[in-house]
T-cell receptor, first 113, second 116 residues
């Protein structure tokens, strides 16, 4: 029973490029959460998704960031036209419905050069 | 609105000392969960404990213990006889069962350095 799989583990992008971060939740988990950890800071909530639905995107920057969790396949966090300030660790967590139980992936470390 | 405060930015101890990491939370909900996570230098998040708001019993797991006090909205974490391998960033977090589900709100974290 694999845990939450995030890929890639490390991603380097030049300013202006697009970054796509993938998260495959644990089997049986239908809820996905994305968090961002800026250097030397704690984790900040970005977005909460269920299959084909965005439930809460109150933590998402208004521009350049989007997320999806399609019926088939992993959840994708997409950052368009990356800037240096997007450099961070992005963590995905999944949970079964309503239990307050989360499993985190190992994170994707995005570096914008 | 939910809020988690970890007032200790960094703590340094010598091996075998006991150390307590403080966590104070704010929530208007009566049903919520509290968590502690460890983030070692390798960067992953390691789950340590989850406690629901109706269970105020203290918990002990090996060298780790947790003191949950609703009266002071605190959920403190103690490591007994600390070891170098305990060096990490420790995060306290809160989740509520609200309209938008159970997102986690994290504290800023406490860096623990255990010296040999």
């Amino acid at each position: 029973n694999a845990g939450v799989m995030q890929n890639p583990r490390h991603l380097v992008r030049r300013r202006g490029q697009e970054a796509r971060l993938r998260c495959s939740p644990m089997k049986g988990h239908s809820h996905v959460y994305w968090y961002r950890q800026l250097p030397e800071e704690g984790l900040k909530f970005m977005v909460y998704l269920q299959k084909e639905n965005i439930i809460d995107e109150s933590g998402m920057p208004k521009e350049r960031f989007s997320a999806e969790f399609p019926k088939e396949g992993p959840s994708i966090l997409r950052i368009q036209q990356v800037v240096r300030g997007d450099s961070a660790a992005y963590f995905c967590a999944s949970s079964p419905p309503g239990q307050g139980s989360y499993t985190f992936g190992s994170g994707t470390r995005l570096t914008v050069v | 609105a939910q809020k988690v405060t970890q007032a200790q930015t960094e703590i340094s101890v010598v091996e075998k000392e006991d150390v307590t990491l403080d966590c104070v939370y704010e929530t208007r909900d009566t049903t919520y969960y509290l968590f502690w996570y460890k983030q070692p230098p390798s960067g992953e998040l390691v789950f340590l404990i989850r406690r629901n708001s109706f269970d105020e019993q203290n918990e002990i797991s090996g060298r780790y213990s947790w003191n949950f006090q609703k009266s002071t909205s605190s959920f403190n974490f103690t490591i007994t006889a600390s070891q170098v391998v305990d060096s990490a960033v420790y995060f306290c977090a809160l989740s509520e069962a609200g309209e938008y589900g159970n997102k986690l709100v994290f504290g800023a974290g406490t860096i623990l350095r255990v010296k040999s």
